[in-house]
């Protein structure tokens, strides 16, 4: 069911406001920081955490999915919203945040590299190559 959804979506939201509000107070900013993507984060191991221990239902799962993938555009039209430029005359929490959520990405995807979980793709069949020829004998973009 997609009320399933929601509900998760609704409490991983709320939860990562309040945690947004508390590094807010904690860095002695008066506005919320990181909440949403806080909140996107939660979403992400709720899920898989719920995968893991059997509680997620096919019904869920679809709900999980389409919030889920609904919450991204939104999480990404508010990131858009923001005025670079004021919040670099604000201080050096613009940027210890810009610098720190760039680190932790990239140390993130070091570390599922590395880790070698699953198996490699299977190599595309012969068949799905396109002969040099049939390359170059394309129309252009155009079509003239």
């Known amino acids: 069911m997609i ?8 409490v991983c939201m709320l939860a990562g406001v309040i945690i947004g509000d ?4 904690l860095l002695g900013v008066k506005s919320n920081v990181g909440g949403v993507g806080i909140a996107m ?19 869920c799962e679809f709900g999980v999915g389409f919030w889920g993938a609904l919450y991204i ?14 919040a670099l005359h604000g201080g050096p929490v613009a940027v210890l945040a ?21 198996e490699p ?11 040099a020829s049939a390359v170059a004998h394309a129309a252009p973009a155009g079509g003239r």
């Open 98 to 118: 810009a610098v720190g959520a760039v680190g932790i990405c990239g140390l993130t995807i070091a570390l599922i590299s590395r880790s070698h979980r699953g």
């Open 121 to 131: 793709l299977p190599p595309l069949p012969d068949a799905a190559v396109a002969p």
């Open 73 to 86: 555009p939104v999480v990404v039209a508010m990131a858009a919203q923001q005025n670079v430029v004021t």
């Open 22 to 25: 508390f590094l807010g107070v």
């Open 41 to 59: 984060l939660l979403l992400i191991c709720a899920r898989l955490y719920m995968e893991r221990h059997g509680g997620m239902s096919k019904e």
């Open 3 to 10: 009320i399933y959804g929601v509900a998760l979506l609704a």
